[in-house]
């Protein structure tokens, strides 16, 4: 099993710029998180989908933030325009379906954005 | 309500001796804590996790402590070692906040030799 799978896993831009974070859940898993992590706000859960459908975005900050889950085993994170505020390491996590292990959540390495 | 606190921020233990990080909630209608371990470039993992109708869970060196009056949970890492250095998180979830995690902010444990 390769775990959840995240590119890039670093990634360096500039101001202005629109970024793109993928995810590749582990497979058979049907839901899908996005986290945020900073110290100043710790883990931040933006987005989350169930059956590729998003159910809560709460947590995404602003309009400049979207989410996409076009079928099971790909999601992605955009961020356009890029703002230095924005960068953190993000996180995908992966849930599987079944009741015993309804809230066993596996995070993929991250990916560093840093916005210049 | 959706808050958890944890503590201590960080925590310094010799080998060999016991860490204790502690935990609190407001939402009662949490049912699940679970607490993750964070190394240094790495997504956070499962380390132990625990449901309401119990007060204590163990797993080898780790142990969960309950206290559902108090709304209280702590993990103790006995026999800490140094590859026990990393950032612990604790969390809590229930149906009713729609299974989503809400962590606490973090304890850098450093285990010295």
């Known amino acids: 099993d390769a775990g959840v799978i995240q590119s890039p896993r670093h990634e360096v831009t500039e101001m202005g710029q629109e970024v793109t974070l993928r995810c590749k859940p582990i497979s058979g898993h049907n839901s899908l998180f996005w986290y945020r992590q900073t110290m100043m706000r710790g883990l931040e859960l933006l987005i989350y989908f169930n059956n590729n459908v998003p159910i809560d975005d709460s947590g995404m900050p602003e309009d400049r933030f979207s989410a996409k889950m076009p079928n099971a085993s790909f999601s992605t994170l955009k961020i356009q325009p890029s703002e230095p505020r924005d960068s953190a390491v993000y996180f995908c996590?992966?849930?599987?379906?079944?009741?015993?292990?309804?809230?066993?959540?596996?995070f993929g390495p991250g990916t560093r954005l840093t916005v210049l | 309500q959706q808050q958890v606190k944890q503590s201590p921020q960080s925590l310094i233990v010799q080998k060999g001796g016991i860490s204790i990080i502690n935990c609190a909630y407001e939402n009662t209608a949490f049912d699940y804590f679970p607490w993750y371990q964070q190394f240094p470039g790495k997504g956070p993992a499962l380390l132990i996790a625990i449901r309401p109708d119990v007060s204590e869970k163990k797993e080898g060196r780790f142990t969960i402590s309950f206290n559902k009056s108090a709304k209280q949970f702590s993990l103790h890492i006995m026999d800490s070692q140094p590859g026990d250095s990393a950032t612990y998180f604790c969390a809590a979830t229930g149906w009713t906040s729609g299974s989503r995690l809400t962590f606490g902010e973090g304890t850098q444990l450093t285990v010295n030799p």
């Open positions: 996590a992966s849930r599987p379906g079944t009741a015993s292990s309804y809230n066993e959540q596996f």
